[in-house]
Antibody, heavy 122, light 107 residues
Framework: EVQLVESGGGLVQPGGSLRLSCAAS????????MSWVRQAPGKGLEWVAN????????YYVDSVKGRFTISRDNAKNSLSLQMNSLRSEDTAVYYC???????????????WGQGTMVTVSS | DIQMTQSPSSVSASVGDRVTITCRAS??????LAWYQQRPGKAPKLLIF???SLQSGVPSRFSGSGSGTDFTLTISSLQPEDFATYFC?????????FGGGTKVEIK
């Protein structure tokens, strides 16, 4: 059974930093692109970042470029998101998500964790 | 960036009703569209990818259609567990973007 379990969320002041983690199990982690997607309270979904299977390529939404860094440790089946210079608009539930790996299911999120809440407030 | 527009933003329906949700892309995305269901307090769940392919384990009452810029998600006979919010997502180009969501409520 595929499982993605996020941790690391919490309350942080504007300008502060936080590191999110996602523990993956039930599949060959190194064979999949992975992603972070966020959802502000009562709002829609926003893709944040992707990382390729070997970590060689990373993609970010413009609003987090230069502030957030996605990384992975395939030996530990772990995905991370380092968030610096946090702003109030970064307040959201952050989901770890697996990206499909077939020729037709491309850049689509087929499994999601339960999310971890990040609140940026003074 | 490709903008995704869903309509309606909410719909009230009864168990057994047929429900159709529309998603429009701001430019041609071929068939690179996915649909997700999100129940309150839960993570999204993939329903459909490449516009019309049903994800494994998803009931056949869900179907998707469309290509280019206009897409639809249809629930043929609404069940109690289908009351949720539905999102479309384009997978054509980065940044990946979602529609604003359609909430299916009990009438």
């Amino acid at each position: 059974e595929v499982q993605l379990v996020e941790s690391g969320g919490g309350l942080v002041q504007p300008g502060g930093s936080l590191r999110l983690s996602c523990a993956a199990s039930g599949f060959t982690f190194s064979g999949y692109l992975m992603s972070w997607v966020r959802q502000a309270p009562g709002k829609g979904l926003e893709w944040v970042a992707n990382i390729k299977q070997d970590g060689s390529e990373k993609y970010y939404v413009d609003s987090v470029k230069g502030r957030f860094t996605i990384s992975r440790d395939n030996a530990k089946n772990s995905l991370s998101l380092q968030m610096n210079s946090l702003r109030s608009e970064d307040t959201a539930v952050y989901y770890c998500a697996r990206i499909c790996s077939t020729t037709t299911c491309v850049d689509v999120f087929d499994f999601w964790g339960q999310g971890t809440m990040v609140t940026v407030s003074s | 960036d490709i903008q995704m527009t869903q309509s309606p933003s909410s719909v009230s329906a009864s168990v057994g009703d047929r429900v159709t949700i529309t998603c429009r892309a701001s430019q041609d995305i071929s068939s690179w569209l996915a649909w997700y269901q999100q129940r309150p307090g839960k993570a999204p769940k993939l329903l459909i990818f490449v516009a019309s392919s049903l994800q494994s384990g998803v009931p056949s009452r869900f179907s998707g259609s469309g290509s280019g810029t206009d897409f639809t998600l249809t629930i043929s006979s609404l069940q109690p567990e289908d009351f949720a919010t539905y999102f479309c997502q384009q997978a054509d180009s980065y940044p990946l973007t979602f529609g604003g969501g359609t909430k299916v409520e009990i009438k």
